[in-house]
């Protein structure tokens, strides 16, 4: 008999499910050649460790005896967690939705033998109820379809296979459209009609954060200087930060709001929701100047610096949303707790984070009351009893059992907090984020890389990094480039060169694969193109190639990010929401391109002050470079200082300003450019 196998597995989320009377396999080879010998089929259980439903599935049917029988029994079990495999999760996530129309996790799925799924879900309860058949009688009906009508179940899951084949998206009738910034007006006409005026955000609940779209709306407001457009910005960076979503003691964000009003959140923290919106609160306060964007910024990187990171500089995936098998546990207070702690300053307190006697949270489970702390008047700053009284509140909230903590370390998550922490270390002037974001930088280079130069989804197991990998850390590269070290482009063209060898398409219309070539074969090999939580990496590999280009001259890198372009640039405008992050890459396209070089010892006070105005502001399709005129990007060379001054050159429509050796003066041209960035590319030039 098969014993259950997740107990020495590089994930948390399956060693959660080490003790579970279900004879679990980890996916691979192994689970599927026992599924043909046994001629069963295979149940594969996909989720992550900080998802609640998962854990709730988990506690009514994975540890219950009677289930885990009927499992062993007719199916061999496979577990997969979706952010170490996100190959497998796209794959049979999409077999979910075509089966049931919607998605999520946990994910149920039956499949062959072969791997072909035919019977799919998500959460089935442990009774019939509310309409949803009990899992346990899902499992009898399934196993029992499989003996007797073997032949209808074979035909259908050839049919979904070949229907997930047909869903990779290639160049259509759009590959020859123009490409022009009429786009980015018709994606700005979408994102407008869909805003929520009163709360912010993007449509009704369960409202998630779309910072990827907030940071569009910032550099559309460089673009339109529109009232209209900076409410947009200012109201919904404004209700999520005031919102319970938003951990006013501890720093950070939790996945996303249950009602309008980004009160009462999904209590899970993912390192990826804050790099996002780390980069989100610091684009708007660049473009709007208002500092408690700032503060924001400060207690998102806080949070990360003190609690998600690995003692060698990685940083873990997420925080779980239950406390003792309560979710909210961790972070709600009672009234009398509040009086406890406060003494004298919490009438103050009560008043400002909107406590009442009966709470504003219970947990659906367990009966558990609670108040989520938020700011009740918006905008509204803490009285100097607040500020008083907070330390002591998180410090009382420290004794408490803290949330699971999913310590996987992701290549591409951390690239993403690697490229926001750089950004905002620069444009906050914070030499210890710097020093930070260089850390992690060389972490992930030398211990998420073989010794044959292949990058590994995550630390310490031994799955090949996919193209959101490779693509989330040429951008972060990128970043570092143009506000640490110009040396870092060295890198940033290795990785660049092996996400085209690796994922390019270069027989069907191009684009990036999901997995490399070198990679294990699924039964469909998908193109990720939609942005979710993350960017897509299709998203993520043109911003970084067309970035790249620019920096070093290199213009066949531009080819296959114009590609990517071309295939989803019109979906894009249509659906502005799905494709925010490509919208960057678009605009740095049809927009004239600006180049800023600094010329001087980065030591120097004068070097700096040069960098600080450049790096102090958000500046759409521009590039930026500071070093020696020997460095190695042609944004440099044969550009000398002035009068041996720290010199700054800021050139476009391919011609240059006069050279600045003043601060002030260096200003006025960037206050120039910005103007400039109303205008269409000039496509001839190119």
Same mark, same amino acid.
């Given at each position: 008999?098969?014993?259950?196998?997740?107990?020495?597995?590089?994930?948390?989320?399956?060693?959660?499910?080490?003790?579970?009377?279900?004879?679990?396999?980890?996916?691979?080879?192994?689970?599927?050649?026992?599924?043909?010998?046994?001629?069963?089929?295979?149940?594969?259980?996909?989720?992550?460790?900080?998802?609640?439903?998962?854990?709730?599935?988990?506690?009514?049917?994975?540890?219950?005896?009677?289930?885990?029988?009927?499992?062993?029994?007719?199916?061999?079990?496979?577990?997969?967690?979706?952010?170490?495999?996100?190959?497998?999760?796209?794959?049979?996530?999409?077999?979910?939705?075509?089966?049931? !129309?919607?998605?999520?996790?946990?994910?149920?799925?039956?499949?062959?033998?072969?791997?072909?799924?035919?019977?799919?879900?998500?959460?089935?309860?442990?009774?019939?109820?509310?309409?949803?058949?009990?899992?346990?009688?899902?499992?009898?009906?399934?196993?029992?379809?499989?003996?007797?009508?073997?032949?209808?179940?074979?035909?259908?899951?050839?049919?979904?296979?070949?229907?997930?084949?047909?869903?990779?998206?290639?160049?259509?009738?759009?590959?020859?459209?123009?490409? !022009?910034?009429?786009?980015?007006?018709?994606?700005?006409?979408?994102?407008?009609?869909?805003?929520?005026?009163?709360?912010?955000?993007?449509?009704?609940?369960?409202?998630?954060?779309?910072?990827?779209?907030?940071?569009?709306?910032?550099?559309?407001?460089?673009?339109?200087?529109?009232?209209?457009?900076?409410?947009?910005?200012?109201?919904?960076?404004?209700?999520?930060?005031?919102?319970? =979503?938003?951990?006013?003691?501890?720093?950070?964000? &939790?996945?996303?709001?249950?009602?309008?009003?980004?009160?009462?959140?999904?209590?899970?923290?993912?390192?990826?929701? /804050?790099?996002?919106?780390?980069?989100?609160?610091?684009?708007?306060?660049?473009?709007?100047?208002?500092?408690?964007?700032?503060?924001?910024?400060?207690? =998102?990187?806080?949070?990360?610096?003190?609690?998600?990171?690995?003692?060698?500089?990685?940083?873990?995936?997420?925080?779980?949303?239950?406390?003792?098998?309560?979710?909210?546990?961790?972070?709600?207070?009672?009234?009398?707790?509040?009086?406890?702690?406060? *003494?004298?300053?919490?009438?103050?307190?009560?008043?400002?984070?909107?406590?009442?006697?009966?709470? /504003?949270?219970?947990?659906?489970?367990?009966?558990?009351?609670?108040?989520?702390?938020?700011?009740?008047?918006?905008?509204?700053?803490?009285?100097?009893?607040?500020?008083?009284?907070?330390?002591?509140?998180?410090?009382?909230?420290?004794?408490?059992?803290?949330?699971?903590?999913?310590?996987?370390? +992701?290549?591409?998550?951390?690239?993403?907090?690697?490229?926001?922490?750089?950004?905002?270390?620069?444009?906050?002037?914070?030499?210890?984020?710097?020093?930070?974001?260089?850390?992690?930088?060389?972490?992930?280079?030398?211990?998420?890389?073989?010794?044959? *130069?292949?990058?590994?989804?995550?630390?310490?197991?031994?799955?090949?990094?996919? &193209?959101?990998?490779?693509?989330?850390?040429?951008? &972060?590269?990128?970043?570092?480039?143009?506000?640490?070290?110009?040396?870092?482009?060295?890198?940033?063209?290795?990785?660049?060169?092996?996400? =085209?060898?690796?994922?390019?398409?270069?027989?069907? *219309?191009?684009?990036?694969?999901?997995?490399?070539?070198?990679?294990? @074969?699924?039964?469909?090999?998908?193109?990720?193109?939609?942005?979710?939580?993350?960017?897509?990496?299709?998203?993520?590999?043109?911003?970084?190639?067309?970035?790249?280009?620019?920096?070093?001259?290199?213009?066949?890198?531009?080819?296959?990010?114009?590609?990517?372009?071309?295939?989803?640039?019109?979906?894009?405008?249509?659906?502005?929401?799905?494709?925010?992050? +490509?919208? *960057?890459?678009?605009?740095?396209?049809?927009?004239?391109?600006?180049?800023?070089? =600094?010329?001087?010892?980065?030591?120097?006070?004068?070097?700096?002050?040069?960098?600080?105005?450049?790096?102090?502001?958000?500046?759409?399709?521009?590039?930026?470079?500071?070093?020696?005129?020997?460095?190695?990007?042609?944004?440099?060379?044969?550009?000398? @200082?002035?009068?041996?001054?720290?010199?700054?050159?800021?050139?476009?429509?391919?011609?240059?300003?006069?050279?600045?050796?003043?601060?002030?003066? +260096?200003?006025?041209?960037?206050?120039?450019?910005?103007?400039?960035?109303?205008?269409?590319?000039?496509?001839?030039?190119?």
């Amino acid at each position: 008999m098969t014993k259950n196998r997740l107990a020495g597995e590089t994930s948390p989320y399956l060693r959660q499910h080490a003790e579970n009377p279900v004879e679990w396999m980890p996916w691979g080879d192994e689970a599927f050649a026992l599924a043909r010998s046994r001629d069963v089929p295979v149940f594969l259980s996909v989720g992550y460790s900080s998802c609640h439903w998962c854990h709730v599935m988990a506690h009514e049917s994975f540890e219950d005896d009677a289930t885990a029988a009927v499992m062993n029994t007719r199916f061999v079990n496979v577990k997969v967690d979706r952010e170490e495999r996100p190959d497998v999760d796209a794959i049979y996530m999409q077999s979910v939705q075509a089966l049931t !129309g919607r998605g999520g996790w946990p994910m149920s799925v039956w499949c062959t033998p072969e791997g072909r799924p035919f019977y799919a879900g998500t959460y089935f309860p442990d009774s019939d109820r509310h309409g949803m058949p009990s899992f346990r009688r899902v499992c009898e009906a399934v196993s029992d379809a499989w003996r007797e009508r073997r032949a209808e179940v074979v035909a259908q899951s050839e049919q979904l296979t070949a229907a997930l084949a047909d869903e990779v998206l290639r160049p259509g009738s759009d590959r020859d459209r123009e490409l !022009g910034p009429d786009i980015l007006d018709r994606a700005y006409a979408g994102i407008r009609s869909q805003f929520e005026p009163r709360y912010g955000g993007f449509g009704r609940a369960p409202k998630f954060p779309q910072a990827m779209t907030v940071d569009f709306l910032c550099r559309a407001y460089l673009r339109n200087g529109s009232d209209e457009t900076r409410t947009m910005i200012t109201t919904t960076l404004d209700a999520m930060a005031a919102g319970g =979503i938003h951990d006013h003691l501890g720093g950070g964000f &939790a996945r996303y709001s249950t009602d309008d009003f980004w009160l009462v959140p999904h209590f899970e923290k993912m390192l990826y929701d /804050n790099a996002l919106l780390t980069r989100a609160y610091l684009h708007g306060y660049l473009v709007t100047g208002e500092t408690r964007y700032r503060h924001v910024v400060q207690d =998102i990187v806080r949070y990360v610096l003190r609690d998600m990171r690995d003692p060698l500089h990685g940083w873990y995936s997420a925080e779980d949303a239950d406390s003792e098998g309560v979710e909210g546990k961790f972070y709600c207070w009672s009234i009398d707790e509040i009086r406890e702690v406060c *003494g004298d300053d919490a009438d103050a307190v009560i008043e400002f984070y909107g406590v009442t006697a009966d709470g /504003n949270f219970t947990d659906p489970h367990t009966g558990f009351q609670g108040n989520i702390l938020h700011v009740k008047v918006r905008n509204a700053e803490p009285p100097v009893e607040v500020e008083r009284a907070n330390p002591r509140l998180l410090a009382r909230r420290g004794m408490r059992v803290r949330p699971g903590l999913d310590d996987k370390v +992701l290549l591409g998550w951390n690239a993403l907090m690697l490229g926001a922490l750089a950004e905002a270390a620069a444009a906050l002037d914070r030499d210890d984020w710097m020093a930070a974001a260089r850390a992690n930088a060389r972490f992930l280079l030398s211990e998420l890389r073989r010794d044959d *130069g292949r990058f590994l989804r995550s630390w310490r197991a031994p799955y090949l990094a996919y &193209a959101e990998d490779y693509a989330a850390l040429l951008e &972060a590269l990128c970043t570092l480039a143009e506000v640490d070290d110009v040396a870092w482009l060295g890198e940033a063209r290795a990785v660049a060169g092996e996400l =085209i060898r690796l994922f390019h398409d270069t027989d069907d *219309g191009g684009g990036f694969f999901t997995t490399g070539a070198d990679a294990e @074969q699924l039964v469909v090999r998908l193109k990720d193109v939609f942005d979710d939580a993350t960017p897509s990496a299709n998203a993520l590999a043109a911003n970084g190639l067309l970035r790249l280009a620019a920096l070093t001259g290199e213009t066949s890198l531009e080819a296959p990010a114009v590609e990517v372009l071309r295939m989803l640039a019109h979906a894009g405008a249509s659906h502005p929401t799905g494709f925010a992050h +490509l919208l *960057g890459a678009i605009e740095r396209f049809v927009r004239d391109p600006a180049e800023i070089a =600094i010329i001087g010892d980065p030591h120097d006070e004068q070097t700096r002050a040069l960098r600080r105005e450049v790096v102090g502001r958000l500046l759409p399709a521009a590039v930026t470079l500071s070093g020696s005129s020997h460095d190695p990007s042609p944004l440099l060379p044969g550009r000398e @200082q002035r009068n041996g001054l720290p010199t700054a050159y800021v050139c476009e429509h391919y011609t240059c300003k006069q050279p600045v050796t003043d601060a002030a003066e +260096l200003r006025e041209q960037l206050d120039a450019v910005l103007a400039t960035r109303r205008t269409p590319r000039q496509q001839a030039a190119r």
